[in-house]
Nanobody, 116 residues
Framework: VQLQASGGGLVQAGGSLRLSCVASGSIFDNADASWYRQLPGKQRDLVALITRYGVIDYASPVRGRFTISRDNAKKTVILQMNSLKPEDTATYFC???????????WGQGTQVTVSS
């Protein structure tokens, strides 16, 4: 399984970005998908989760501003980020957790920078 994340960039506060993560392999339909973010030297924190059944949860700092979705036919998970704030600046990682094996697969990370 390989994950390819894209869509990061530099945006002004209040702007929007759309992150995409495309998966290879055959586990996507039976995997929970999520986005994490990480600052240098800090732990990787969960931003948003969408389970294989479509149950969604968000970290408190992003709730109401970010939207996670998935397209099983395209093996893609999307993170729509609106009303971005400078504190959203981080490297964002997508992840798939196989519900069969429990193993988590990670994408390579995409940088999001929000200027004030």
């Amino acid at each position: 399984v390989q994950l390819q994340a894209s869509g990061g960039g530099l945006v002004q506060a209040g702007g929007s970005l759309r992150l995409s993560c495309v998966a290879s392999g055959s586990i996507f339909d039976n995997a929970d998908a999520s986005w994490y973010r990480q600052l240098p030297g800090k732990q990787r924190d969960l931003v948003a989760l969408i389970t294989r059944y479509g149950v969604i949860d968000y970290a408190s700092p992003v709730r109401g501003r970010f939207t996670i979705s998935r397209d099983n036919a395209k093996k893609t998970v999307i993170l729509q980020m609106n009303s971005l704030k400078p504190e959203d600046t981080a490297t964002y990682f997508c992840a798939l957790r196989s519900t069969a094996s429990g193993r988590t697969y990670w994408g390579q990370g995409t940088q999001v920078t929000v200027s004030s």
